[in-house]
C-alpha cells in the first residue's frame, strides 16, 4: 500500500477556507518553511485512506475473543447520540448554566456505574483504564498522608496482574510486591498473609481474575489487606462477567476503576480513546481529581473542587463524548439488562470452552466467569505449533485470535474472551474453526508456522523493526 | 428492556444443559452467596428500547447552550472540520477495531499511525514521534517524566502555561515525588531572569507553552537556551494551528514537543475525547512513553508496519516501565492525520494566519471601539487579555451571551479572548458592538 | 555450545575474562543469548557507577521480554561497549566478543566457574 506522502503532489489540495475578511497579520517570526505535510486531493484522500479502512478488522466485521478486552458489540445508538452537536458542539468552559445537559450525562452515569459498582462517587476524567488505576493510586496515597501515616509505601500485587497494574503503582510512587497465585490462579492467601505490614499501602486485584476465576476467598483478602491498615483496589477490567450481579463495593474494595470501552460497549477505535471512570467509598471521595458534578436543592448541576483533591489527571471532563455513549448503554439495558448481559457472556464462554475442551487443555478445568484460558504447552510439546501458531492459522480462517501469551503465568496461553454479543452459532463455528486448527497442528504443523498466507501481508519482522527504527516516511 | 444478546431462551437451555448446569445463577457457585445481589438491589432505572433512549438522550443534549459565535479559546479551539474528516474517521472498522495487536489484519491502522507519525514530526519538526496519549496535559507531564534522571530531579514550569496543565504536571508529580518549581511570568511572558536565576544543577527540563496561555509569544529560542546552559531539557507544549506558521521547536531548540491535538479536526465536545500528541529528539526515543509503530517487511519483502520497542512499555517492563500507558487515543491521531492531510501545508498555514489575523482585528476593535485596553503589551498569536474589572468581565459575558456569543474566558485581571478561522468579521463586528455597549461607549 | 576456556563464568549465565591490569569484560553467553533469543536493545550502564557482585547492572530487551544481566563482580565501571547500542544484534552472533562492560577497581568476585564447571553446570540446567 502506498503511503499518503507517495501520493499526490504540488498543486493537489481540498478548497476549504475562505479569503481573509480582516487585514492579515503575519507573526514577527515564522518558521524556515512551511509544514511538508501530504499533499492531496480529495479524491486521493478519501480513496487513501478508504484502502486502508480495508486492511483493518472491528468488533463489526466479526467475532473478536480477545481475552480481557471485553469486545462486545458497539450500539449503533450510541455513535448517533455522541454526535448530536448539543454535545459535540459545546465549549468545555462554558458557563455551568449553559451546560446542564452535559452534567446530566455525567451525574446520570456517576449514579448508575456506582449504583452497579458500590461505590458512592466517581469520576469521569482519567481517558483509559491504567489512567484511571494511577487515579485510583494516588488516592490511597493521599489517603495514607492525609492521616499522617507516611510509611505505607508498598502496593502489592498477584503476579497474574495485568502489567498496567505494577506500572501505574510504580508511577504513583509506591513499591510493588509481586506474590505468586495459588496453583488454582487465586490469590495465595497465607502468601499475602505474609505480605501484609504497616508499610502495606494497598492491594491491587482483578477480580474475576486474569484467568477468569472469581476468587472466592475475596472477603478474606480484602479483610486481611484492610486489617493491616490498606486499601484495596479493583481492576475493573473483568467487570463484565459480573456487572448487576455481584458488586465490587459488596467485595470489600474501596476505589475502583472501570473501562467504559470494554464493559459499557463503547468502541475502541483502534487504540483509543477509552474512559476509565474512577469511583470510590465515601472516606476516598474528598480526594477525587475535581471538579466533580454536584447538584443543588433545585436540581441545578454544577462543578465543585473537592475539598482535598489530588488534582486534576486530565484536562477538563475527560473523554466526554465516551460518557455519552456509555449512558445511552446503560439507558438500554437497565437494571433487568445489566445482569442478564453479564449472565450471558458467562454462559457464552463456559460454553465455548466446554466445545473446545476436546481439542485444547484448559489452564483451569472449572467453570470459569467471562473468559477462559487454554494452555497450548502440552500441543507445543508435541506437535511443535504453539499458541502463536493457531493464532496467526485463525487469521487465515477470519476469525480475530484470543488474546496471546497472557497471563504470563500459563506460558502457552491462549486467552479467549467471546462476550455476551455472539450468538450460539457464531460461538459453534468458532469451535469448529479451533478444531480445524487443532487436526491441523498434529497433520500438518508446517502450514501452521507459515500462517497467515491469506492476509494482506505475511509475519512480518518485529526484531528488524525493533532493532533498526524506521518510525516515520522521510 | 433493550437488549444486545442473541441468544434465546430454548438455546439457552440447551447451552446450560452442555455445560451440565441447570440455571445461569448456578454458574456464580464460586460468588459467596451473601453477597449476590437479590432482585429489587440494583438501583438502575428500567431499561429502555432505542425509541426511548434516543429521546431521552436528546433531550440532554438540548439541555446545553450552542453558541453560535465562539471567541474563547483557552486549551479548547472551535476550528473548520473538513467533511473529509467526518467521513473517514466515522468509518467503523475503524471506530470498532482494538489496539492493532495482530499487525497482519491490521495493517490500515498500523500504516495511518505510521503517517500520524510522520505527520507530527512534519508539523514540529522534531526526530521522531508516538503514537498519542491521553491529550495535551498529559502529553506535558509524561514529558517531565522523560527528562528525569538519578541527578536531574526537578521539574520547572512556566507559569504562563494552562493552568489546567500545571495542574496536571503536578499531580503527576504528587505521584513520582518530583518537585515542580514554577517559572514567574512579567508582563505577561515567563521572565527569563528568573528562569535562569531558579535553575539549579538538579533541574531535569523547563516547560514552556507557545503560544503561552495568555495568547503571548514567547521567545522560545531564548528561554530553551537559557534551559540547555543549566543542563536542563527543554519541553515545549505548542499549538498545533499555531506551529503552522511559527518557528518550529525544533528550530527553537526543543527536545520534546507535546501539545494538545484538539485543534486538529475534533469538535469541542465538551472536552473530550481529546488527543495528547509527543515528538522527541532521536536521543530521548527510547525515553517515549506510549505505542509506537515501525516500518518492517514481512516474510516476502513487502513492506508492513508492526508495533516496535515494545519492551519500554508496561505489558513487559510492568513495576519498571517509565509510564502505564497503555490504550492512547488511536482514532483522534487518525482523525489529526486526515485533517492534516486534507489541510495540506498550504491549507495549515493558511488557517494560522487566519487565527491571527482575526485575533488581532478582534483586538484593535476592542481597543479603539470598546476602549477595553490589552493587559500585556507583547505579541500574540490567536488570543489575548482584554484588562477589566471581574464586574465589568461578567456584563460583558452576559450581555454577548444573550445574543449567542461566548465571550472570552475570565482571568485574572480581564478576559481571554479567542478568534479563529471560523469567525467573521460581521460576528466579530457585532460582538464588538455588544462590548462596546456594556462599557458605555 | 559455545565455551571458551580462557572466561569464567556465572551460574546467571556472564562471562567474565580477566586481563592484566586487574579489570574484567563482562558479557552474557552462547547459552544465555540462545535462551533470551532475538535482542534487539540492551540498557548499557553508566561508566563510574559501581557494580555489585550477583545484582542487576544492565538489562536486554527481545521482542517480548526484558531481562536484567547480572554483573558478576563487584567493582567500577570504566568502559562500556557502545557499539552494541546500534548493533545489539552482535549479541547473539558473537557473544563471546560482544563485551558489555569493562570493570575495574574489583573488590568482590561472585562464585564464577570455569569452562568444564560451567559446562557441567549448564547440564543440571537442561535437566530441569
Known amino acids: 500500500m502506498k503511503l499518503i506522502f507517495e501520493q499526490g503532489g504540488a498543486g493537489h489540495c481540498l478548497s476549504l477556507l475562505p479569503e481573509c475578511d480582516v487585514p492579515v497579520v503575519r507573526p514577527s517570526k515564522v518558521r524556515a518553511e512551511k509544514a511538508p505535510l501530504p499533499q492531496v486531493s480529495e479524491t486521493e484522500l478519501v480513496r487513501h485512506y478508504r484502502t486502508l479502512s480495508k486492511q483493518v478488522y472491528g468488533v463489526n466485521d466479526g467475532v473478536y475473543p480477545l481475552g480481557s478486552c471485553t469486545m462486545k458489540y458497539n450500539p449503533k445508538i450510541n455513535e448517533d447520540m455522541a454526535a448530536l452537536p448539543g454535545f459535540t458542539d459545546v465549549h468545555p468552559l462554558q458557563p455551568d448554566h449553559t451546560v446542564q445537559g452535559c452534567l446530566g450525562v455525567l451525574k446520570e452515569a456517576e449514579t448508575a456505574l456506582c449504583s452497579i459498582t458500590g461505590m458512592d462517587r466517581m469520576t469521569m476524567q482519567p481517558a483509559a483504564g491504567a489512567h484511571g488505576e494511577f487515579t485510583g493510586l494516588l488516592l490511597i496515597k493521599a489517603y495514607h498522608r492525609s492521616r499522617g501515616d507516611a510509611a505505607r509505601t508498598k502496593i502489592i500485587v498477584p503476579d497474574s496482574a495485568h502489567g498496567t497494574n505494577p506500572a501505574s503503582a510504580a508511577m504513583a510512587g509506591f513499591t510493588v510486591v509481586n506474590i505468586p497465585s495459588g496453583p488454582d490462579g487465586c490469590v495465595d492467601v497465607e502468601a499475602l498473609r505474609k505480605a501484609v505490614g504497616p508499610d502495606t499501602a494497598g492491594l491491587m486485584l482483578t477480580n474475576p481474575n486474569t484467568v477468569g476465576i472469581f476468587d472466592k476467598n475475596i472477603l478474606e483478602i480484602t479483610e486481611i489487606v484492610h486489617a493491616a491498615g490498606g486499601q484495596c483496589y479493583y481492576d475493573g477490567a473483568n467487570l463484565n462477567a459480573v456487572m448487576g450481579v455481584v458488586r465490587p463495593g459488596d467485595m470489600g474494595f474501596d476505589v475502583i476503576h472501570l473501562n467504559l470501552h470494554k464493559t459499557f460497549s463503547t468502541p475502541h477505535g483502534g487504540g483509543g480513546p477509552g474512559s476509565g471512570p474512577v469511583g470510590c467509598k465515601a472516606h476516598l471521595a474528598q480526594f477525587l481529581p475535581g471538579p466533580v458534578v454536584e447538584a443543588a436543592g433545585d436540581g441545578s448541576l454544577s462543578l465543585v473542587q473537592p475539598e482535598q483533591s489530588i488534582g486534576r489527571v486530565r484536562t477538563f471532563q475527560g473523554n466526554f463524548l465516551v460518557a455519552v455513549r456509555a449512558l445511552c448503554y446503560l439507558k438500554t439495558l437497565g437494571r433487568e439488562g445489566i445482569p442478564d448481559a453479564s449472565k450471558h457472556a458467562v454462559l457464552n464462554a463456559n460454553y465455548l470452552m466446554h466445545l473446545m475442551k476436546a481439542d485444547y487443555d484448559m489452564a483451569y478445568d472449572v467453570t470459569c466467569m467471562h473468559e477462559f484460558v487454554m494452555d497450548l504447552g502440552h500441543m507445543k510439546h508435541e506437535t511443535g505449533v504453539s499458541a502463536m501458531d493457531i493464532a496467526k492459522g485463525l487469521l487465515d480462517l477470519g476469525i480475530h485470535p484470543p488474546t496471546m501469551y497472557f497471563p504470563l503465568i500459563v506460558h502457552e496461553a491462549l486467552m479467549v474472551e467471546p462476550t455476551e454479543t455472539e450468538s450460539k452459532e457464531t460461538l459453534e463455528e468458532v469451535a469448529a474453526i479451533f478444531h480445524q486448527l487443532a487436526v491441523t497442528a498434529h497433520t500438518d504443523p508446517e502450514a501452521l508456522h507459515n500462517a497467515p498466507s491469506k492476509t494482506p501481508v505475511s509475519r512480518l519482522d518485529e526484531v528488524a523493526a525493533a532493532r533498526h527504527p524506521i518510525l516515520r516516511w522521510s | ?441 | 555450545m559455545n565455551i571458551p576456556a580462557e572466561l569464567k563464568y556465572s551460574k546467571s549465565h556472564e562471562w567474565v575474562k580477566e586481563l592484566e591490569d586487574g579489570s574484567v569484560l563482562v558479557g552474557i553467553t552462547d547459552y544465555a543469548q540462545d535462551a533470551l533469543g532475538d535482542l534487539v536493545f540492551i540498557t548499557l550502564p553508566v561508566v563510574g557507577d559501581a557494580t555489585t557482585a550477583e545484582e542487576s547492572f544492565c538489562d536486554v530487551e527481545s521482542i517480548k521480554a526484558v531481562s536484567d544481566v547480572i554483573c558478576p563482580v563487584s567493582g567500577t565501571i570504566a568502559e562500556v561497549n557502545e557499539g552494541l547500542a546500534d548493533e545489539p544484534e552482535k549479541l547473539n552472533s558473537e557473544p563471546y566478543e560482544a563485551w558489555i562492560a569493562k570493570i575495574e577497581n574489583i573488590t568482590d568476585k561472585g562464585e564464577l566457574l570455569s569452562a568444564d564447571e560451567y559446562a557441567a553446570f549448564l547440564e543440571t540446567c537442561e535437566e530441569a
Open chain 2, 1 to 441: 428492556m433493550g437488549r444486545y444478546v442473541p441468544i434465546t431462551p430454548s438455546e439457552e437451555r440447551e447451552m446450560l444443559s452442555a455445560i451440565g448446569v441447570d440455571s445461569l445463577e448456578a454458574l456464580y457457585e464460586s460468588v459467596p452467596h451473601d453477597m449476590l445481589l437479590k432482585d429489587g438491589d440494583l438501583d438502575l432505572p428500567a431499561g429502555k428500547c432505542e425509541l426511548e433512549v434516543r429521546a431521552d438522550v436528546t433531550n440532554l443534549a438540548e439541555q446545553n447552550t450552542r453558541f453560535r459565535t465562539v471567541l474563547r479559546g483557552a486549551g479548547a479551539y472551535r476550528h473548520f472540520i473538513p467533511a473529509a474528516v467526518g467521513s473517514v474517521v466515522r468509518r467503523e472498522e475503524l471506530v470498532t477495531a482494538y489496539t492493532p495487536y495482530q499487525p497482519e489484519i491490521s495493517q490500515g491502522i498500523l500504516q495511518s499511525i505510521f503517517e500520524y507519525q510522520t505527520m507530527i514530526c512534519q508539523l514540529t519538526g522534531m526526530d521522531v514521534s508516538n503514537a498519542s496519549v491521553y491529550d495535551g496535559a498529559t502529553a506535558a507531564a509524561e514529558a517531565t517524566a522523560m527528562c528525569k534522571d538519578r541527578k536531574r530531579v526537578k521539574v520547572y514550569v512556566s507559569a504562563c502555561v494552562h493552568p489546567q496543565v500545571l495542574e496536571v504536571v503536578k499531580t503527576y508529580s504528587f505521584g513520582s515525588n518530583t518537585d515542580v518549581i514554577v517559572v514567574p511570568a512579567k508582563d505577561g511572558r515567563t521572565d527569563a531572569e528568573a528562569l535562569t536565576g531558579l535553575l539549579g544543577a538538579d533541574a531535569a527540563c523547563f516547560l514552556l507553552q507557545q503560544p503561552n496561555y495568555f495568547g503571548q509569544v514567547e521567545n522560545a529560542e531564548a528561554l530553551g537556551a537559557i534551559a540547555h546552559a543549566a543542563g536542563a531539557k527543554f519541553i515545549m507544549s505548542v499549538n498545533p494551528i499555531a506551529a503552522a506558521l511559527l518557528p518550529t521547536p525544533a528550530e527553537c531548540g526543543a527536545d520534546v514537543a507535546v501539545g494538545e491535538g484538539q485543534p486538529l479536526g475534533m469538535p469541542l465536545s465538551f472536552g473530550g475525547p481529546y488527543l495528547g500528541f509527543m515528538a522527541a529528539t532521536n536521543a530521548m526515543l527510547r525515553k517515549l512513553p506510549g505505542r509506537i509503530v515501525g516500518q518492517t517487511e514481512d516474510r516476502e519483502g513487502r513492506r508492513g508496519y508492526v508495533l516496535t520497542l515494545s519492551a519500554r512499555e508496561q505489558h513487559i517492563r510492568r513495576e519498571k516501565a517509565s509510564s502505564n500507558i497503555c490504550s492512547n487515543e488511536a482514532l483522534c491521531a487518525l482523525t489529526a492525520a486526515v485533517y492534516m492531510a486534507a489541510m495540506g501545508p498550504d491549507g495549515m498555514e493558511q488557517a494560522a494566519s487566519l487565527c491571527t489575523s482575526k485575533a488581532h482585528y478582534l483586538a484593535s476593535q476592542l481597543q479603539s471601539e470598546a476602549k477595553l485596553p490589552l493587559l500585556y503589551e507583547g505579541e500574540f498569536f490567536h488570543e489575548f487579555v482584554t484588562a477589566c474589572k471581574p464586574e465589568t468581565a461578567q456584563a460583558i459575558l452576559d450581555a454577548l451571551e444573550a445574543k449567542g456569543i461566548l465571550g472570552g474566558q475570565p482571568v485574572e485581571g480581564g478576559l481571554l479572548w479567542c478568534a479563529t478561522e471560523l469567525v467573521t468579521k460581521t460576528e466579530m463586528d457585532q460582538a464588538i458592538s455588544i462590548v462596546k455597549e456594556v462599557c458605555g461607549q
